[in-house]
């Protein structure tokens, strides 16, 4: 079961172009295309005629013929085209469409109600404008597994010091007690770590020499968006 009236990253933007690309979201399969204008463009991937799916059609400029009889739809799903049944369009042939916006580099998809979808809604990634703040470019990984194992990994500060132990381990990240802080998008969990090294990953990014206080804030937010972050601050100042 699926939280339904939600935004969800779809993937990079980048990956998606002005080609089909079809994709399983939520148990739904969608097909992805962006306009000639470059706006992105999501309809359930299957023709209402024999349900072909649509991305194993044509895109022809912003419309996508179905490979099977060559039924035509528009970015909204609406039938515009029946070739086999010259002058009558079928009223019945629609596909459904998807409400997606680009935000963030990412393509953000609406699964429910589309009346529903607020773009205002997104989740907001602070700093992402503030050029104090960079980024780096992620990949895509695939997880063979229900996602709540990677919820439930992603709000599990107590594997790092088994799991990571070349990177984010340090002293403290084996048995300093964790925080739970429930929030209104979900829930925080989280440690301050006083007056330790930083771990061998942070060691060269910490702008300062010798001992820091550490914080691990792991936060799952509605509907599967995990935000992790690492604070380390000179001794006695966290
Ligand atoms: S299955 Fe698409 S037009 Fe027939
Ligand atoms: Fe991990």
Redesign the pocket.
Known sequence: MFLKNSWYVAGWSKDYQKELRAQMLLGERIVFYRRLDGLPVALEDA?P????PLSQGLLQENRVV?G????TFDCTGACVGAPTQRGSIPKRAVVKSYPVVDRYRLLWIWMGDPKKANPDDIFEIENFDNPEWGYTDGGVLPIECNYLWVVDNLLDPSHVAWVHVTSFAGSGTDDQPLDLEKTEKGVIVSRWIYDQPPSPYYKDLVKFEGNCDRKQHYEMCIPGIALNKSVYTPPGTG
């Not at 099977?68 to 039924?71: A, I, K, R």
Request: proline share 0%.
């Open positions: 023709c005629h024999r349900k072909l179905c099977y009889h060559g039924l």
